[in-house]
C-alpha cells in the first residue's frame, strides 16, 4: 500500500504542473549533437527557453565516439593550442562533457533523451547508454507511466513513453541492428493499442534516431538493415492504422540524417499512407546533403542548425516549425569559450559533399 500511495502522489504534482486545457502549448526537438555540438547546443538551448517550450527531446547521436569530435580536438588546420587528449581520456570523457557542455545549458528545463547508432559505436554500449543517462530515462513522469502500464516493469529502457495532457509522446530505441527487437515491439503495440481506446489520447508523437523505412531519405533510415527493414514497416502500419482508423493525429520524427526536411513519407514506397513526419538531425554533427529527389527550399535545407518546435493546440493538434541557428547566435554565445575560428570551422566547414 505505502509504494501504491508513494506513486499516486505523483501524480497530482504532474497535473498540477500542466496549464488549462485551452491553451497552446510548445516543445523542441532535434538530434545528432556530435563533431560540434559543444558549440551548437548551447545556441539550441538558448532559443528552445526563449520560445517557452516545456521540454526539449534530443533524438540521438550525442557524440562521435569511433573519432574526436572537433569541438574537442579542433581540426589541425586551425593551429589551435590545445591539451592532447588520448583516446581512453575521450572514450571516458565523450558523454560527460555532452552532459555538460550540451545539456547543461538546458538549466532547469525538462531534457528527453532517444539513443542513437553513435550510442552503441564500441566501445560504447546500450547498457553503458542506460546506465550514464539513468537521471533521464528514470525520471518520476517516466516511471509512473512505466508502472501504470505494468506494475511489475521496473527496468529502464531505452524506449518509454509518457501522456501530457491529450498527447502521448512515444520513444523508440532503434540505435542498433537488432531493433526494433520482439520486446520493444510487443511493449509499442501494447501503447498503440491503449491509445487507439482511448477517449482522452487524441494525438501520438512518435520519436526514434533513424527514420522509418520509406521515407525521402531512405538510403540512410531503417531500410539500412534487415531487421530495421522489417520491423520499421511494422511500426509504420500500426501508426497509419492508428490515423486512418481510429482517428488519432500521428506525427513522426526522426534525426540521423544530418539535414532537415519535412513531409518525409510522402514517396511511393507508402502508395498514399502518408503520415506526417520530419527528419531534424541539426544539432551540431557534420552535415550531409539532401537525399536525390529532395528539392531545396523551406521544407528542405542542409548546412544549416537547429531545432524543431511543436506548437500543440487543445483539439491534440501541432503545428511544427524549423528555427534555424544563425552563425551570429553560435560567435555570441560562444564567446570567451571558443576561438571564433572553431565556430567558423563548424559554420563554414562542418559538411560532408558527397551524398549518403
Given at each position: 500500500?505505502?509504494?501504491?500511495?508513494?506513486?499516486?502522489?505523483?501524480?497530482?504534482?504532474?497535473?498540477?504542473?500542466?496549464?488549462?486545457?485551452?491553451?497552446?502549448?510548445?516543445?523542441?526537438?532535434?538530434?545528432?549533437?556530435?563533431?560540434?555540438?559543444?558549440?551548437?547546443?548551447?545556441?539550441?538551448?538558448?532559443?528552445?527557453?526563449?520560445?517557452?517550450?516545456?521540454?526539449?527531446?534530443?533524438?540521438?547521436?550525442?557524440?562521435?565516439?569511433?573519432?574526436?569530435?572537433?569541438?574537442?580536438?579542433?581540426?589541425?588546420?586551425?593551429?589551435?593550442?590545445?591539451?592532447?587528449?588520448?583516446?581512453?581520456?575521450?572514450?571516458?570523457?565523450?558523454?560527460?562533457?555532452?552532459?555538460?557542455?550540451?545539456?547543461?545549458?538546458?538549466g532547469a528545463l525538462p531534457v528527453m533523451l532517444l539513443p542513437g547508432n553513435h550510442e552503441t559505436i564500441p566501445p560504447?554500449?546500450?547498457?553503458?547508454?542506460?546506465?550514464?543517462?539513468?537521471?533521464?530515462?528514470?525520471?518520476?513522469?517516466?516511471?509512473?507511466?512505466?508502472?501504470?502500464?505494468?506494475?511489475?516493469?521496473?527496468?529502464?529502457?531505452?524506449?518509454?513513453?509518457?501522456?501530457?495532457?491529450?498527447?502521448?509522446?512515444?520513444?523508440?530505441?532503434?540505435?542498433?541492428?537488432?531493433?526494433?527487437?520482439?520486446?520493444?515491439?510487443?511493449?509499442?503495440?501494447?501503447?498503440?493499442?491503449?491509445?487507439?481506446?482511448?477517449?482522452?489520447?487524441?494525438?501520438?508523437?512518435?520519436?526514434?534516431?533513424?527514420?522509418?523505412?520509406?521515407?525521402?531519405?531512405?538510403?540512410?533510415?531503417?531500410?539500412?538493415?534487415?531487421?530495421?527493414?522489417?520491423?520499421?514497416?511494422?511500426?509504420?502500419?500500426?501508426?497509419?492504422?492508428?490515423?486512418?482508423?481510429?482517428?488519432?493525429?500521428?506525427?513522426?520524427?526522426?534525426?540521423?540524417?544530418?539535414?532537415?526536411?519535412?513531409?518525409?513519407?510522402?514517396?511511393?514506397?507508402?502508395?498514399?499512407?502518408?503520415?506526417?513526419?520530419?527528419?531534424?538531425?541539426?544539432?551540431?554533427?557534420?552535415?550531409?546533403?539532401?537525399?536525390?529527389?529532395?528539392?531545396?527550399?523551406?521544407?528542405?535545407?542542409?548546412?544549416?542548425?537547429?531545432?524543431?518546435?511543436?506548437?500543440?493546440?487543445?483539439?491534440?493538434?501541432?503545428?511544427?516549425?524549423?528555427?534555424?541557428?544563425?552563425?551570429?547566435?553560435?560567435?555570441?554565445?560562444?564567446?570567451?569559450?571558443?576561438?571564433?575560428?572553431?565556430?567558423?570551422?563548424?559554420?563554414?566547414?562542418?559538411?560532408?559533399?558527397?551524398?549518403?
Open positions: 500500500m505505502h509504494k501504491i500511495a508513494c506513486l499516486l502522489c505523483v501524480l497530482p504534482i504532474l497535473v498540477a504542473a500542466q496549464p488549462p486545457a485551452n491553451s497552446t502549448w510548445k516543445f523542441a526537438v532535434s538530434g545528432d549533437s556530435r563533431n560540434c555540438g559543444d558549440i551548437v547546443m548551447p545556441a539550441i538551448a538558448s532559443g528552445v527557453l526563449a520560445s517557452r517550450s516545456e521540454f526539449y527531446w534530443h533524438l540521438g547521436d550525442f557524440r562521435a565516439i569511433y573519432t574526436f569530435d572537433e569541438d574537442m580536438v579542433p581540426p589541425a588546420k586551425l593551429a589551435l593550442p590545445t591539451k592532447p587528449l588520448s583516446i581512453i581520456d575521450y572514450e571516458t570523457g565523450a558523454w560527460p562533457d555532452f552532459i555538460t557542455r550540451q545539456l547543461a545549458p538546458f560504447a554500449t546500450r547498457e553503458h547508454y542506460l546506465l550514464q543517462f539513468a537521471d533521464w530515462l528514470g525520471t518520476a513522469a517516466l516511471r509512473a507511466q512505466r508502472l501504470a502500464d505494468d506494475p511489475a516493469d521496473r527496468k529502464l529502457h531505452a524506449y518509454y513513453h509518457w501522456i501530457d495532457r491529450n498527447i502521448d509522446f512515444i520513444a523508440l530505441d532503434n540505435a542498433s541492428a537488432d531493433q526494433f527487437d520482439a520486446a520493444q515491439l510487443k511493449w509499442f503495440h501494447s501503447v498503440v493499442d491503449r491509445d487507439e481506446k482511448s477517449a482522452s489520447v487524441q494525438t501520438l508523437v512518435v520519436a526514434m534516431h533513424a527514420a522509418l523505412p520509406g521515407s525521402i531519405g531512405n538510403s540512410h533510415s531503417m531500410s539500412d538493415w534487415a531487421q530495421g527493414e522489417k520491423s520499421g514497416r511494422e511500426v509504420y502500419e500500426a501508426l497509419w492504422h492508428a490515423q486512418s482508423a481510429a482517428h488519432k493525429k500521428v506525427y513522426v520524427l526522426a534525426s540521423h540524417s544530418h539535414f532537415f526536411m519535412e513531409d518525409v513519407y510522402r514517396t511511393d514506397a507508402w502508395k498514399g499512407k502518408v503520415l506526417p513526419g520530419w527528419i531534424v538531425g541539426t544539432a551540431g554533427a557534420v552535415r550531409y546533403r539532401l537525399p536525390a529527389g529532395a528539392v531545396p527550399g523551406p521544407k528542405a535545407m542542409t548546412d544549416v542548425y537547429g531545432y524543431l518546435v511543436g506548437t500543440a493546440a487543445a483539439d491534440g493538434s501541432i503545428a511544427f516549425t524549423f528555427q534555424q541557428v544563425q552563425a551570429d547566435d553560435l560567435l555570441r554565445i560562444s564567446r570567451g569559450k571558443y576561438p571564433d575560428s572553431l565556430v567558423r570551422w563548424c559554420v563554414d566547414e562542418n559538411r560532408e559533399l558527397t551524398a549518403k
